[in-house]
């Protein structure tokens, strides 16, 4: 160690790799949740004086493993300076440990930081909580802001080097991805919120989530792809439900925020770490992976029925994705994603970044708010695999990880030997677990319910389909769209029984199903009867009735009339079943069992 290091650090001298021994250290946060880092403070002697650090979480691992530990002697690659509560200390970035001395240290003297003149330092605040749980708004209490003389990135701090001891940063990063604006309400109010993810020229990765107001004034300016210098927010510990990144903080900015365009080339685009397919039954459920691959296929675009989420339409789009691994998945597209129209027959490349993982019957990746896509990349992982196809590769010995289904395992063609009898959903207790369960099986159409009219008026707003009610004046009024419309549109809500050899089980089938089945709109059959067609209209579902189709259902156990009742949807169905196309599934099933 080198007497008269420490004076020159408390100086302000920090461009040189100082030689310090470790007089002390201490895990000043342990904690039994492996979301939350542990902190380790130092103590570093010069041979003179005694300053404390902070080990910076990436390092955690040198003192957990015994690596870093009193009578250590280590050389500072990085390090920056910090004030706390009036008292100067070292944040260790990178570090290199060069040898040990146990021998005593005399007493040390504390090196003492000149008093700050600005406004005392606060402890780290944060929201709390998780997204539709307890956040509440922002605080007024704002951290004071860096000013930023410049663009020449001289007090640009490094991502990786932010830590809640740090009340006065700048960063700047690109915007690797961009939320949806989206609401939440609890109990403490409401508001709307977006997040955004930023990359530095460090490969330093963070979140960062801005509420209400901050939502209001920084959506329109911050666009993904762009290059900014950021001062000013609040970092707390990352809540891995919502951030993915490889950063244990994120950050919540505000309306005093400083946010500045700039332009930066050594900022990547965004941070890949790809995965091969084949190595996706490795990967833990409900994770994130990075993933370069070719569209093999894609289906059309379908709206489904969420019950958990009141009954609201979302819209989905699958796609069987395939690689140099020679593996397959499913990858699930939701919401306007799943709705942009794109030529999939071009059998595209595409870079995917924080995608989820996950097991329904195999493994399958869906698209989050938090991913990004991009459609043939200008990247070398992609070259790569462009020129792999080119040279026939993909063309045999596929194997795929997802054998029943996308997200949700809805959509995939079943295997037969993987189809159930209806008798197995009563006797396998299916849709009593958190999750809905999905089976496929061949039935016939025996009654259909007829009670009640089998459609609701809906809104004619594309995309709502919410239900209406007419008014005096002949209007549909939509509470959702709050306006109305002179004339309404109406959709199916039918329910039928369908038999096997086994059962007979009544299902739900909604809009597209139930179009399906009776081959006519619910506004054609509407017209039917109000024009007095009654022979016709009865004639319609007379031919539905021993209808011969394959159905993949949906089956959970719903809470109705304050009893639990499990429910089965239809989420997809052939009608009439394409005997065709049976009989090479049935081909293939004995070609593998021999």
């Given at each position: ?64 493993n ?50 700050i ?19 509440g708004?922002q ?20 991502i ?28 403490r109010g ?59 903080y ?7 925020t ?17 995965i ?12 994130s ?20 989420m ?6 989905k ?64 992982e ?5 020129n792999?196809?080119?040279n ?10 997802s ?41 016939v ?7 009640r ?9 594309k ?7 007419e ?7 939509c ?12 959709r ?13 089980t ?26 007095g ?5 009865e ?29 089965s ?5 052939e ?6 196309a ?13």
């Open positions: 160690v080198s007497a008269g290091t420490i004076a020159r650090i408390q100086g302000g001298d920090t461009e040189f790799k100082p030689v310090l021994k470790i007089t002390g250290i201490k895990n000043i946060n342990p904690s039994q949740d492996s979301s939350k880092p542990s902190r380790y403070r130092l103590s570093l002697n010069d041979g003179q004086l005694t300053i404390q650090g902070m080990l910076a979480t990436q390092l955690n691992e040198l003192a957990e015994g690596s870093l530990c009193v009578g250590s002697i280590v050389q500072l690659a990085e390090f920056i300076t910090q004030n706390l509560n009036g008292q100067q200390i070292l944040v260790l970035l990178n570090l290199n440990i060069v040898g040990h001395d146990d021998s005593a240290t005399d007493a040390p003297t504390a090196v003492q930081a000149p008093p003149p600005a406004a005392k330092s606060t402890p780290p605040a944060s929201y709390g909580g998780s997204y539709g749980g307890s956040y708004g605080s007024n209490n704002t951290r004071p802001v860096q000013r930023m003389s410049d663009d020449s990135g001289g007090n640009i701090m490094p990786s080097a932010l830590n809640p001891y740090s009340n006065r940063w700048t960063i700047k990063a690109r915007v690797t991805n961009k939320s949806d604006m989206r609401s939440w309400e609890n109990a409401s508001g709307k919120l977006f997040s955004v993810d930023l990359l530095d020229a460090n490969n330093g990765e963070i979140r960062a989530t801005l509420f209400k107001e901050a939502a209001d004034k920084w959506y329109p300016i911050l666009e993904q792809g762009q290059v900014y210098i950021i001062s000013g927010g609040r970092l707390k510990v990352a809540d891995r439900k919502y951030s993915k990144l490889n950063n244990d994120e950050l919540t900015l505000d309306t005093n400083e946010i500045k365009a700039s332009f930066d080339d050594n900022i990547k685009q965004v941070n890949y770490n790809f091969k397919i084949a190595d996706l039954n490795a990967v833990e459920v409900n994770s992976v990075d993933l370069v691959a070719i569209v093999r296929s894609a289906e059309e675009c379908k709206s489904i029925i969420s019950q958990k009141g009954g609201k339409e979302l819209f789009r699958d796609l069987v994705l395939y690689d140099d691994s020679n593996t397959e998945v499913r990858f699930t597209l939701w919401g306007e994603k799943a709705q942009e129209e794109f030529n999939w027959n071009e059998v595209p490349i595409l870079a995917l970044k924080s995608v989820g993982v996950g097991d329904y019957n195999g493994r399958t990746l869906s698209m989050r708010s938090s991913s990004s896509m991009a459609i043939n990349p200008d990247i070398p992609a070259a790569q695999l462009f792999w196809r080119q026939g590769g993909g063309e045999s010995g596929m194997s795929s990880l054998s029943a289904g996308g997200s949700g395992g809805a959509d995939r063609d079943v295997p037969i030997q993987d189809r159930v009898q209806l008798s197995l959903i009563k006797e396998n207790a299916l849709g009593l677990g958190e999750k809905p369960d999905y089976v496929t099986f061949k039935g159409v025996t009654h259909i319910f007829r009670e009219e089998p459609w609701y008026t809906a809104c004619p707003t995309d709502c389909n919410k239900k209406v009610v008014a005096f004046d002949g209007q549909w009024s509470e959702k769209c709050n306006a109305q419309y002179p004339n309404c549109t109406r199916y809500m039918l329910y039928a029984s369908i038999s096997d050899h086994t059962n007979d009544g299902f739900t089938l909604f809009n597209d199903t139930a179009e399906q089945l009776l081959g006519h709109s619910a506004d054609e059959m509407y017209e039917m009867k109000q024009s067609n009654e022979a016709g209209y004639q319609v579902f007379q031919k539905a009735i021993f209808t011969q189709v394959l159905v993949k259902a949906r089956v959970k156990q719903d809470m109705r009339d304050d009893e639990m009742k499990t429910k949807t239809v989420v997809k169905l009608c009439p079943l394409n005997y065709a049976e009989c090479n599934r049935i081909l293939d099933a004995i070609a593998k069992y021999q």
